[in-house]
């Protein structure tokens, strides 16, 4: 699950153009969170196209404009993961044994890292008890494993030195979650107890 979770912020090239083309994405930047930084990003095109360094302004907005679109992705990553489980299952492997419920449970389980965890109370996706391959599962549980699992994969380790000197200018937003793995001073995971310390420097990290 972890690995499909992963995937669905893999996006190509194609699939990307794709995006900026869709209805979905023209609202997201004209009324939704990403409107305010579209339209700074489309004033400074407007304002620097002209000027000697035209390329310059090209990379720039390139550069400015694929941030965006991550973060586009971002949003929506979970519901992604989903998909990729139903439309690619045969080429992953057959990781569900060819059992349409199993499968249907892996993807329930990967969608509901992003659901709001209220959402984790509808019975018909995440019940208490499912029969799967034989076996009994507390699927509400599973997801809230795994919701718990990717919360607490804060590793210093994940924020490497020599990642953030490739992807560097990293987005401003994106900072604070480079930043608050480095910042942990302690942590604890006991059958009693699970603690995390941390000594965050600004709001967005904590």
């Known amino acids: 699950s972890a690995y499909l979770h992963d ?6 090239d194609k699939e990307k153009e794709e995006i900026v083309k869709s209805a979905k994405w023209k609202e997201w930047v004209r009324t939704g969170s990403g409107h305010e ?5 489309q004033s400074f095109y407007k304002e620097n196209k002209k000027v000697a360094e035209k390329d310059i302004t090209l990379f720039v907005y390139n550069r400015e404009l694929r941030f965006l679109i991550a973060e586009y992705i ?69 997801a809230i494993l795994f919701r718990l699992g990717d919360l607490l994969d804060m590793e210093h380790d994940r924020a490497c030195p020599l990642l953030i000197s490739a992807a560097n200018p990293i987005p401003l937003d994106s ?32």
């Open 37 to 41: 930084r579209y339209e700074k990003l």
């Open 74 to 142: 971002r949003l929506q990553h979970h519901t992604r993961a989903g998909a990729l489980i139903e439309i690619n299952h045969v080429e992953l492997g057959r990781f569900d044994f060819g059992d349409p419920i199993l499968r249907r449970t892996i993807r329930d389980v990967c969608v509901a890292h992003g659901m709001q965890i209220s959402d984790l109370e509808d019975e018909s996706l995440f019940p208490d008890i499912r029969s799967i391959r034989g076996e009994q599962t507390n699927v509400k549980l599973l």
């Open 7 to 12: 995937a669905g912020m893999v996006v190509s």
């Open 175 to 206: 900072k604070p979650h480079w930043d608050q793995y480095k910042n942990i001073i302690d942590r604890s995971v006991q059958p009693e107890e699970i603690r995390v310390t941390a000594e965050c420097v600004t709001q967005d990290e904590h």
